[in-house]
């Protein structure tokens, strides 16, 4: 029976190997294959392995008709990326929609979810060993030196994995029959001396029990420093659409340090830091922007690459009770902690008095002579109240399974139950404390003392001295600013049963089935500060919240056989499966697939899928606290003005429904000789009811297109132009896209003693279409890739790498490709709106130094962006271009 789990085993990784799409890392995967395939061969039975195929059928030879693609762990060390969601995010089938480069500026900064297809990372189902993870998808809290490799279904998963897997699966194996030591130290640095990055790795295996058993624990711990303002780029700080150009140099018109007089006889004058008058240096006003001139800008101040601190450790552990029967428990922990300055609360209008405590003798004289007993003015408070953000989210889980087999093989049995907590603890100090600014501002001359108070007499109040940059005495920015505070846990119990096996057989084969049922139950809940209760904040402050759903799923799958050994129909199988999942709180829907493969020749496997995925509305988007963020936004009512930085509220609601998703796959495969293999594959994607949080700019475009239902979420102030807007979840009617992905590599043996080998291999996704439609207007968003917020993506993305790899030294060089577009595809009249193609080129070399008898010392290098090439025009939180520039690593391992 042993023989027969062996065989098992081999022959799902072998099929996966033939029909996985693949990565850029071509030397890693041939020399990993071929190493797996011979430690497999040796290896103990391993009830339990899980290998994501888009099924949950696990017969020998069995090829999912739902495309693939496979990482090995040396796979993801490629130019030294920060954990494995920035590997997945160079590939074509990936967008990186939250990182630190693209969230440099609001409270999600410094997770790293998956987001396949650009269909947002809701859409994508993370997994570790096939258990769902607690912490929204964010690959930072599952330390990379314990994955063994990563499976992807790029196609409808649902019916086989449940809600969420509408674009595909990411499926994050750990190495749980490691055995022996390796340490790491790496070091990296931007070309221009910073993000500086530190890195430090290390795991420990042994088995136990005459081999029965088997202990691994690990670990990482990486520090990169950021880059902390925007300013510090070519081509990204500073920038505004201003008269339908991307122009450089903006800042706010009136907003100026130190303050600015916005009315009355003195309008135009602004503050020394004595007090005194001056006249500033406007520069060019075009609405609320002003282009050169002394204008500030938070860009100046605010983050392009987030900094970033995080460890993350795991220990598993198994153990063979029997020849058949296995048990398995694991436990993961994260942190991720940091701070970094955050976005400044500015005054945009507040009167003065003529009696003003702290206004000099001069400027009440000139308001007197003009007959004017008060003033307006606006004043960029980077002195006074600019915010910083702490965050601190720590994350753990744990998982127990049995699994176990019976009939000689013929039959898989698991069961598994896991609980995990993810805590996100934000305290962002800074905010103006609308009452006691108010008091503050409003201050006289005491008669008595002579000393400046406030006119209202309030308790404790401290008078404001807003003229000049530095006025302001600490003693009154403790009195006016506060500290909005949020505690946020999310919690998930989830646990499940399955059986697999083959009942019978036909004469094309036997007949495979899996059934099972599975259950989740989520809770969230948030605490927050006594001034974010009493909502005392100007402009910001945080909400609670609370809500929990729990859900029942039951599932089936069953392969058939049909025809066997004809001319081009040497293997046709068909696939059928179907999910009920039962919501509490929106009731029962089901999932389905169906699906076929054949092989036509030798070599040549044809696939094709059709399937109908679902996801529920998640914890966040139902209940999630309120989220800010500053954002340029050109309003259509008053285009001429150009581009405004206005308040995007986002957040949850409790109404959602769930999404449906229409999903067709169909593709070749081919090996037509040793060492070449090829792959082609069209999705089609249409989803209704969508789930999304339309991005500030689209939202007030729609608006303007006629869906006044999203008018709503806009408020204006008394001049009737945008302050805020309110970007929360909503149901939209239709989300499409469809496209293929392509793969041709080819491996060439170098007879030397080394194990040599030449390797090339390219891969690209093509998009045709990717649309919205709210039901009033359609958008097509192919070829809008310069816009953050919004769902764009380039027409193609490829990678091509040639390198050589032994046993001993590696060398890649790889091609990153990104085609040309626009800034903002759907902004047609923007002047300078075309960006040309793009290619990045990425080194890397490897040497390894042999100590011992699979004992060995090995130095590396990588660099990324190698000739330090400058993005695009306005390329903040860019997903697709790399703003950091050239970056150099260099880095160690010791494995013995």
Known sequence: MEQLLRARRRAILASSALIALSVPSVPAIAQSASKADTADAAAPSGQGDIVVTGSRIDRPGYESPTPLLHMTQADLDVVSRTNIGAALADLPQFKASQSPQTSGTNAQAG?????????????????????????????????????????????????????????????????????????????????????????????????????????????????????????????????????????????????????????????????????????????????????????????????????????????????????????????????????????????????????????????????????????????????????????????????????????????????????????????????????????????????????????????????????????????????????????????????????????????????????????????????????????AFSTFYFSAFSGKYDVKEAFAEVVIPVVKDVPLLRKLELNGAVRASDYSTSGTIWSWKLGATNEFFPGVIGRVTRSRDIRAPNLSELYSTQTVSYVGVVDPLNSGEGSRSVLVYGGGNASLKPEKADTWTAGFTAAPMRGLTASIDYFNISIKDVITSIGAQVLVDRCNGGNASLCGYITRDSAGRISSVASSSVNLSEFKSDGIDAELAYTMPVGNDTNGRFNFRVLGTWVNHFTTDDGISKVEYVKSQGYAFVNGVPRIRANASIGYASDSFSGLVRARYTSSGYWNRTSTAITNNRIPAYTYIDLQLSQKVPFGEGKHFELYGNVSNLFDRNPPLYSNFSPYYDVIGRYMTVGARLEF
């Open 111 to 535: 997770r790293f979810p998956i987001n396949i297809r650009g269909l947002g990372e809701t859409r994508s189902l993370v997994l570790v060993d096939g258990r769902r993870l607690v912490s929204d998808n964010d690959l930072n809290t599952v330390p990379s030196i314990m994955v063994k490799s990563v499976d992807i279904v790029t196609g409808g998963a649902s019916a086989a994995w449940g809600s969420d897997a509408v674009a595909g699966v990411v499926n994050m194996i750990i190495d749980g029959e490691y055995e022996g030591v390796r340490l790491g130290v790496e070091g990296g640095i931007s070309s221009r001396a910073d993000a500086q990055q530190f890195k430090f790795e290390g795991k420990y295996g042994t088995s136990f029990a005459d081999g029965r058993g088997h202990f691994v624990i690990g670990g990482e711990f990486v520090d990169n420093k950021g880059i902390l303002k925007k300013t510090d780029r070519k081509n990204t700080g500073r920038f505004a659409n201003v008269n339908n150009t991307l122009t450089p140099d903006v800042g706010h018109a009136t907003r100026l340090i130190g303050g600015y007089i916005t009315s009355g006889a003195l309008k135009g004058y602004g503050f020394n830091p004595d007090g005194s008058l001056r006249t500033p240096d406007i520069g060019t006003v075009v609405g609320t922007n002003m282009i050169g001139g002394e204008g500030p800008s938070d860009d100046e101040r605010s983050p392009l690459i987030t900094p970033q601190k995080r460890y993350a450790a795991m220990a598993k552990a198994s153990f063979e009770l029997t020849d058949t029967l296995k048990i398995s428990a694991d436990l993961r922990y994260s942190r991720y902690y940091n701070d970094y300055t955050w976005f400044g609360d500015h005054t945009n209008s507040v009167t003065i008095r003529s009696d003003n405590a702290f206004l000099n003798d001069s400027i009440k004289q000139a308001m007197a002579a003009a007959g004017q007993s008060s003033f307006t003015m606006a004043r960029y408070n980077a002195d006074l109240a600019y915010s910083t953000i702490h965050l601190d989210r720590r994350s753990i889980q744990g998982t127990f399974a049995l699994d176990g087999s019976f009939g000689d093989g013929r039959w898989r049995y698991g069961a598994y139950y896991s609980h995990g907590a993810y805590r996100n603890k934000m305290e962002t100090p800074g905010f103006l404390i609308a009452s006691n600014f108010a008091n503050a501002v409003d201050s006289v001359i005491d008669p008595v003392t002579g000393g400046a108070v406030c006119r209202s007499g309030a308790a404790g109040c401290v008078a404001l001295d807003l003229f000049g940059e530095g006025a302001p005495s600490q003693d009154a920015i403790d009195y006016v600013t506060g500290t909005p505070r949020y505690n946020g846990i999310n919690k998930i119990d989830t646990y499940g049963v399955s059986l697999r096996g083959e009942p019978f057989d036909l004469p094309a084969g036997p007949v495979s089935i899996a059934i099972g049922a599975e259950g989740r139950n989520l809770e969230t809940s948030a605490t927050i500060g006594a001034l974010d209760t009493a909502k």
